[in-house]
């Protein structure tokens, strides 16, 4: 397997402008994690799925954010409009209720300017 | 205080010294992972651990689940060696929540 597959690994866009992240988790993994890292705050939660379903979206910066999972092998994390202070790096990560493995994408830096 | 607490923040070595770094939690968990982020790069999954002692290398975990701390210890560390390492607890698959990770530096 590739691992978790993100792309793309670094987006530069202008505030205002819609931004999609996306993520290809490893097959047979049933949960799927998007997660957020900035200098301030460190690593934090957005959102989490399991079985493509929604689980916890407490993390969600604001109406701004939305994500999706439309089929096991794919998902999107979407902000319209970009504001500068969204600039991290966004990472991707899936794992398996049934066998060890917690394993995460190469992230995309995302700057908004 | 944080769910997920660190020690130390930032640790420099000389190569060749025996390395550990402390992680202490105060939530109730199922699994304990050892992560590992090299400047600019990827997060990489060292270990993740419920009980006991782990292995790989020259990377040692080990997890006290009475006392709720956990410890990852580095043999003859290398400069290779220097990058951050965060402790992340999680209930099973579900999600993690972070410490705020030790930055490791490992001069020649």
């Known amino acids: 397997d590739a691992g978790v597959i993100q792309s793309p690994r670094h987006e530069v866009t202008e505030m205002g402008q819609e931004v999609t992240l996306r993520c290809k988790p490893i097959?047979?993994?049933?949960?799927l994690f998007w997660y957020r890292q900035t200098m301030m705050r460190g690593l934090e939660l957005l959102i989490y799925?399991?079985?493509?379903?929604?689980?916890?979206d407490s993390g969600m910066p604001e109406d701004r954010f939305s994500a999706k999972m439309p089929n096991a092998s794919f998902s999107t994390l979407k902000i319209q409009p970009s504001e500068p202070r969204d600039s991290a790096v966004y990472f991707c990560?899936?794992?398996?209720?049934?066998?060890?493995?917690?394993?995460f994408g190469s992230g995309t830096r995302l700057t908004v300017v | 205080k944080n769910e997920v607490e660190q020690s130390p923040q930032n640790l420099t070595a000389q190569e060749g010294e025996f390395i550990t770094i402390n992680c202490s939690y105060s939530?109730?968990?199922?699994?304990l992972h050892w992560l590992q982020q090299h400047p600019g790069g990827g997060i990489v999954s060292l270990f993740m651990?419920?009980?006991g002692k782990k292995k790989h290398g020259r990377l040692i975990a080990t997890i006290n689940i009475q006392e709720k701390h956990s410890s990852l210890h580095i043999t003859a560390s290398h400069p290779r060696d220097s990058a951050v390492y965060i402790c992340?607890?999680?209930?099973?698959?579900?999600?993690?929540?972070f410490g705020q990770g030790t930055r490791l530096t490992i001069n020649p």
């Open positions: 097959s047979g993994h049933d949960y």
């Open positions: 992340a607890v999680g209930q099973g698959a579900q999600k993690l929540v």
């Open positions: 799925f399991n079985n493509n379903v929604p689980i916890d």
């Open positions: 939530v109730g968990i199922s699994a």
């Open positions: 651990l419920s009980s």
């Open positions: 990560a899936s794992s398996s209720a049934t066998a060890y493995g917690y394993t």
